[in-house]
T-cell receptor, first 116, second 116 residues
């Protein structure tokens, strides 16, 4: 079965510093990868997705992620964070191996806390 | 275009009671998914509708959970009778017609269910 690992449950970082949120997945076949963000008291919002093509994917709010097939990773990065980036971030893979539903398999989430 | 909406936003019930959660997907989205996040754990898939048909309900915890999508529009998720371990945030997501791993799922804000 596919799985997604987000090793860091919480990441504190100072404002204007760079940040990387790590995501590793387990799959031996082609995958579709997503990063979602959940701001306090809101739903999940799509940040970016990797479907195919260029391994560097740019998303909203200055975020980007790099797909690395050999390392089965899809780490999220931002060169300079703002207080408003404080939120929980979820990595997900679209499961195409079972039942054809393309349901998402999520990681446990990473809480990013941006400090002034 | 309106997003995915869920009602209620919060529900607090006693063990043994019944609760019904509602999800209104984005208009025209045939695919509707239910997910659940128990505190501290990952977001987990519950089931998937294509229009009014259940495509995959492999994630439903037990027969106390009943999901319906009459007419292929909104969906309800009923828990009867509720148990303490049913507490969590229930998310609904929808995606456009057709099944493809590249289809982005759009999430609602979730319903926070607390069973006392």
């Amino acid at each position: 079965a596919q799985s997604v690992t987000q090793l860091d449950s919480q990441v504190p970082v100072f404002e204007e510093a760079p940040v990387e949120l790590r995501c590793n997945y387990s799959s031996s076949v082609s995958v579709y990868l997503f990063w979602y963000v959940q701001y306090p008291n809101q739903g999940l919002q799509l940040l970016l997705k990797y479907l195919s093509g260029s391994t560097l994917v740019k998303g909203i709010n200055g975020f980007e992620a790099e797909f690395n097939k050999s390392q089965t990773s899809f780490h999220l990065r931002k060169p300079s964070v703002h207080i408003s980036d404080t939120a929980e971030y979820f990595c997900a893979v679209s499961d195409s191996l079972t039942s054809g539903t393309y349901k998402y398999i999520f990681g446990t989430g990473t809480r990013l806390k941006v400090l002034a | 275009e309106a997003g995915v909406t869920q009602f209620p936003s919060h529900s607090v019930i006693e063990k043994g009671q019944t609760v019904t959660l509602r999800c209104d997907p984005i208009s025209g989205h045939d695919n509707l998914y239910w997910y659940r996040r128990v505190m501290g754990k990952e977001i987990k898939f519950l089931l998937h509708f294509v229009k009014e048909s259940k495509q995959d309900e492999s994630g439903m915890p037990n027969n106390r959970f009943l999901a319906e999508r009459t007419g292929g529009t909104y969906s309800t998720l009923k828990v009867q009778p509720a148990e303490l371990e049913d507490s969590g945030v229930y998310f609904c997501a929808s995606s456009r017609p057709g099944l493809a791993g590249s289809n982005t799922q759009y999430f609602g804000p979730g319903t926070r269910l607390t069973v006392l």
